[in-house]
T-cell receptor, first 112, second 113 residues
C-alpha cells in the first residue's frame, strides 16, 4: 500500500485568514483525490474532490492538485471557528484497490 | 450521496465478548467498506464487504476476528470477536456512490473494558 502524508498540526490561524492544508502521496498513478472534514466525535464528511491538475473552487474552499509534484492542497478562505476540525486527505490509488487511502489528518484550529 | 445508518452508535463491552455492528444504506451500492479509527489516529481499512461472497480483508485483519456479512446491496454487518481493550475504537461503514466517491456512516464507538 502506498502512502499519503499530512502534517498532523495543529495548524492555528486567526479568524478571517486563509488556512492552507497540504498533502503528498506516493502513488504516481493516482488519479482521484478527496478532502474530508472530521469534527471531534463525528465521522468524516466529504468536502471536495479533484481529478485534474490545477485549482477547483467551491465556496470558501479551493483544492489544488499538482500531479507532477504528487501534491494536493486545500485552501480555506475567510476561516471561521466552525472550520476547526481535522482535515483528511484521501487518494484513490492506481492499484486496483477500490477503497481510498487516507492520510493521518491535519488538525486545524481557527482562533476567534 | 447516500444516507447511511449504523447500529449501535456506541457500546461498552466486556473483554472476551463479541459485538455485531450493523450498517444500512438507503440505496443499493456496489462497494461497501469497514474502517477502524483508533483514538487520535486516521482511518484504517479493515475489509471490503462483498455481496454474496466472502469479504476481502486487509493485511493485519482476519475473518476469525472480524467476520463480515453482506446479504444484499444495502446492508452489512461487522462483528468484533473475542474483544480486548485494544479493540476500543470507532468502527465506520463506508460506501461508494457514483464512480468512486466514498461516504461514511456515523460510526460505532466501542469501548472494551
Amino acid at each position: 500500500q502506498k502512502e499519503v502524508e499530512q502534517n498532523s498540526g495543529p495548524l492555528s490561524v486567526p479568524e478571517g485568514a486563509i488556512a492552507s492544508l497540504n498533502c503528498t502521496y506516493s502513488d504516481r498513478g493516482s488519479q482521484s483525490f478527496f478532502w474530508y472534514r472530521q469534527y471531534s466525535g463525528k465521522s468524516p464528511e466529504l468536502i471536495m474532490s479533484i481529478y485534474s491538475n490545477g485549482d477547483k473552487e467551491d465556496g470558501r474552499f479551493t483544492a489544488q492538485l499538482n500531479k507532477a509534484s504528487q501534491y494536493v492542497s486545500l485552501l480555506i478562505r475567510d476561516s471561521q471557528p466552525s472550520d476547526s476540525a481535522t482535515y483528511l486527505c484521501a487518494v484513490k490509488e492506481d492499484t486496483g484497490r477500490r477503497a481510498l487511502t487516507f492520510g493521518s489528518g491535519t488538525r486545524l484550529q481557527v482562533q476567534p | 450521496s447516500a444516507v447511511i445508518s449504523q447500529k449501535p452508535s456506541r457500546d461498552i463491552c466486556q473483554r472476551g465478548t463479541s459485538l455485531t455492528i450493523q450498517c444500512q444504506v438507503d440505496s443499493q451500492v456496489t462497494m461497501m467498506f469497514w474502517y477502524r479509527q483508533q483514538p487520535g489516529q486516521s482511518l484504517t481499512l479493515i475489509a471490503t464487504a462483498n455481496q454474496g461472497s466472502e469479504a476481502t480483508y486487509e493485511s493485519g485483519f482476519v475473518i476469525d476476528k472480524f467476520p463480515i456479512s453482506r446479504p444484499n446491496l444495502t446492508f452489512s454487518t461487522l462483528t468484533v470477536s473475542n474483544m480486548s481493550p485494544e479493540d476500543s475504537s470507532i468502527y465506520l461503514c463506508s460506501v461508494v456512490v457514483g464512480k468512486e466517491t466514498q461516504y461514511f456512516g456515523p460510526g460505532t464507538r466501542l469501548l472494551v473494558l
